[in-house]
Nanobody
Framework: EVQLVESGGGLVQAGVSLRLSCATS????????IGWFRHAPGKEREGISW????????YYADSVKGRFTISSDYAKNTVYLQMNILKPEDTAVYYC?????????????????WGQGTQVTVSS
């Protein structure tokens, strides 16, 4: 059974850092993309970053570029999202998801499995 479990969220002040983790298990496929998404109150869920297992490519939405870094530790079956210089507008539930294949996208319907999310709240 494929599972993704996010952790690392919390309540922090603006300007600090957090690192989210996405622990994966049950993967029986070799090529996949892990995407990070977030859902802020009153807004649509948006893609913010992805990493491709086949070649290590990464991509960031403009809203987080330069502040967030995605990385993977395949030995630990975990993908991380390092979030620096957090802003109140980063407040959201953060989700990781897996897309089976090699064509990265932020198109959410292309993702096959999702985690349950972790709350990040940034106070001003």
């Amino acid at each position: 059974e494929v599972q993704l479990v996010e952790s690392g969220g919390g309540l922090v002040q603006a300007g600090v850092s957090l690192r989210l983790s996405c622990a994966t298990s049950g993967f029986t496929f070799n090529d996949y993309v892990i995407g990070w998404f977030r859902h802020a109150p009153g807004k649509e869920r948006e893609g913010i970053s992805w990493i491709s297992s086949s070649d290590g490519r990464t991509y960031y939405a403009d809203s987080v570029k330069g502040r967030f870094t995605i990385s993977s530790d395949y030995a630990k079956n975990t993908v991380y999202l390092q979030m620096n210089i957090l802003k109140p507008e980063d407040t959201a539930v953060y989700y990781c998801a897996v897309l089976i294949g090699t064509l990265p996208t932020f198109l959410q319907s292309n993702y096959d499995y999702w985690g349950q999310g972790t709350q990040v709240t940034v106070s001003s």
